[in-house]
């Protein structure tokens, strides 16, 4: 009853706007080349999925932007680990992990593509490069946050380093880390979608290109829809496994401000 | 506190010697030439107001600072970082919150996963001594400030600890909460029979808890006062109310006033 009552709201919301958008685009309103009415982008959509003709490029989308997320998000804990507990590792890195940060990686498209050819392997290193850089931050941010009051205790009681940061620092970082993951999964998609736009064979970003081209607007907003779904879906899956994970910081909704993109 | 005759002069088993500490680049010292001798078994209140060196002092003991200069020994071996035979409990209660109460209390030797029998058998034994045995499942996130100080002190415990050191555990507790984890240290320590330092800016948590006092003040801290406390064992709340008690009292304020008519930054 309370999960029924929780969800009328946003419904409400929905079918406003979608009342909205249809009188939009009815009689008098704005031609459908602009924009659909709501039951064509639907039938775009309905259609697109049960006659198959979407699934290829959902499939190279999903592997695109799982592969590149898993790698990507493995080497930036890794990475991020090195730099915050290696001074050494860090003189030589840091300044450098600063300056990719600071450039819009979706400006190395043209040059992956060129590099890794027009096939999926160019989406996943696009990808993983995306969703590297904010993750990494948040690591390294989380890991120095650990309190230094809960080490020096650990100290205090002769627990060696490793200990310390199997036990104190890691977990310290698991909702900066989690906070990084969240953000990186939406970056994901976009760096997917980046990569087949500029060019591909397949995936849901080739497909709202070319039916750009034909003029075809409500398979693009279908494609649109797609990856909102994907998006919210991504984010949703990584806050559960927070909640389970991260179990002690409860139903607090104050995470550590995340990295730029 | 034995009936051992006066004269056998008991081997402190802690000895201070001439130890000298500062943070780097700030002068004055925050201790010099600071000489301390514990015997064994003592409960010994190190008394002063804050920035005389009292949590300095502890941590040098615990092996988390070294000093300049000077020496320190327990039970004859010099101190040169964390060692097993010492156990804290700091101001804050540190507890990990993503262990339960019992990693927690288990935490110096190994999570309950990897404990031995006999490491699982006393860290319920202590968890049961500080009265949280239907808490020992718990998360800290659970506990009140008092529990939590309760899990450091159990946790202090672990290992059977020759020398307890106590850094103002019981600071950021209520007064009432204070008082009943003054018994149970008491208690605890009765029981245990350790050597304990129990840094304090309380005159009456000193009295009450100590069988001496040394007053630590000044900056470079030095030792303005050390003198026994003869109340009997077990105390009460009642001796709180005694007229020796309130004779003492008396004296270590008159004491700290005095030093801050001398001109120590005392705050």
Redesign the interface.
Known sequence: MRRLLAVLPPAATFLALWAAWSYATGPGGLPSYLLPPPGAVARALWSGLADGAFWPHIRFTLTATLSGYLLGSLAAVITGILVAESRLFERFVFPYIVAVQAMPKVALAPLILVWFGFGLASKVVLVGLICFFPLLVNTIGGIRRA?P??I????????PGWWIFL??KL?AAASAIFAGLEIGIVLALIGAVVGEFVASERGVGYLIGSATVNMNVAVMFAGVVVLAAFGVLGSSLIRALQRRVV??E?ARNDLPPAGRT | MSVAPAVAPEPPVLALSDVRFAYRGSEPPILDALTLDVAEGAFVAILGPSGGGKSTLLKLL???ERPQAGTMTLAGTPIRG???E???V?Q?P?L????TVRDNVL??AA?ASRASDAERARADHLIETVGLARAAAL???ALSGGMAQRVGLA?MLMHRPQLLLLDEPFSALDAMTRERLSLELQRIWMEERSTALFVTHSIPEALFLADRIVVLAGRPGRILADMEVPLARPRTLDSLGAPDFARLARQLRRLFDDSIAAGDPVR
């Not at chain 1, 020096?152 to 627990?159: D, E, Q, Y």
């Open positions: 309190d009051d809960l020096a205790m650990a100290r205090a009681f002769s627990r036990h104190i977990p179990f002690w409860g | 615990a092996g988390l964390p060692r097993r010492i156990g804290m700091f804050k540190t990990l919150p993503w262990r935490l110096p999570f998360y800290p996130g946790r």
